[in-house]
């Protein structure tokens, strides 16, 4: 890890249901080192995931002097507070009402803040990404469930209840945007359809076969574009951002959804506002929850 021991650095965290990406970046968000572990949440729970944070920002204690941690995580969170208010125990157990913020402070001396993971990659989006230069965004995160995030005047919106842009929630034709738009739904049509177990499918086989020619999977993208593109209307008759950004795992397929979206939104959206509302896809990939974690601390402390 080479990098100059004078400059300020910070660890940033973003922590998910499956790992825990970590690194070590200079107020512009360049990073001097970056790694993962497994999140373990099923065996460890909450306090497992407290106790993994704390291993990563020893490690780097050991070779310097840290400015500040930024954490991303999953759940509703007390952005002020910097408190974790609720999480699925289902899908991290005993994480609900964890004093993040207070814990790390307490323990290290050094100031931290604690946002949502999908708020993170906004920020990061809206910082160093796809959404650069934006005063307004809202971003969709598409993967096993479904996330979004409002930013205008470069802040996030959380609402009064911290639940601002839980899109999950939102009704569209046909039911919700977490039943329809998910590659765990497109999963389960496509199961249904081919008379196959879920088990023996993932999202980046069915767009392989789609593009191939296989015409149930087309069809079951088609009709998740559709549901999509649903909810981006609702959105912008809401918000009328000026940017939309996509991310999450299916949206890596950016070559073969484009044309899609952009048909669906064409056909669904007044011709003035289609031609004025951006859409655009995620640029950070991996990166954007820890930029977003750094950009919420460094915001939070001007």
């Known amino acids: 890890m080479m990098d100059d021991l004078r400059k300020k650095y910070y660890v940033c965290v973003d922590i998910g249901g499956t790992a825990i990406k970590y690194g070590l970046a200079d107020e512009n968000g360049v990073f001097a080192d970056k790694g993962s572990v497994p999140t373990q949440a099923k065996q460890y729970g909450g306090p497992g995931i407290v106790e993994k944070v704390k291993q990563i920002i020893r490690h780097y204690l050991k070779d310097r002097q840290i400015a500040g941690v930024g954490i991303s995580t999953a759940g509703i969170i007390d952005v002020k507070a910097g408190f974790v208010v609720y999480v699925m125990p289902e899908s991290i157990p005993d994480y609900s ?55 205008y005047g470069g802040k996030v919106v959380h609402g009064a209840t911290n639940s601002a842009g839980e899109i999950a929630y939102m009704r569209i034709p046909g039911g919700s945007m977490q039943e329809l738009v998910t590659t ?14 879920e088990a023996e499918l993932n999202g980046e086989m069915i767009f392989d076969w789609a593009k191939r020619g296989d015409t149930v999977c087309r069809k079951a993208i088609s009709d998740l574009v559709c549901h999509l593109a649903d909810g981006i209307v609702n959105i912008v008759a809401v918000l009328n951002p000026e940017i ?20 669906e939104l064409q056909e669904k959206l007044a011709p003035n506002v289609y031609a004025g509302t951006q859409v655009e896809f995620a640029k950070l990939k991996n990166d954007a929850g820890m930029i977003g974690a750094l950009y919420n601390f460094l915001s939070q402390e001007k």
């Not at 990061?124 to 934006?134: D, N, T, Y």
């Open 244 to 263: 939309i950004v996509l991310g999450g795992g299916i949206m890596a397929q950016q070559e073969y959804l484009r044309p899609l979206i952009d048909k």
């Open 97 to 151: 009402n964890t004093p993040f913020k207070s814990i790390i402070e307490n323990e290290f001396g050094i100031k931290c803040t604690v946002e949502n993971d999908v708020n993170c990659a906004a920020l990061g989006e809206m910082w160093l990404g796809a959404g650069r230069g934006k005063s307004s965004l809202f971003a969709v995160t598409v993967g096993t469930s479904i996330g979004g995030c409002v930013l």
């Open 184 to 197: 765990t739904h497109l999963i389960k049509d496509v199961a249904r359809a081919k008379s196959l177990s």
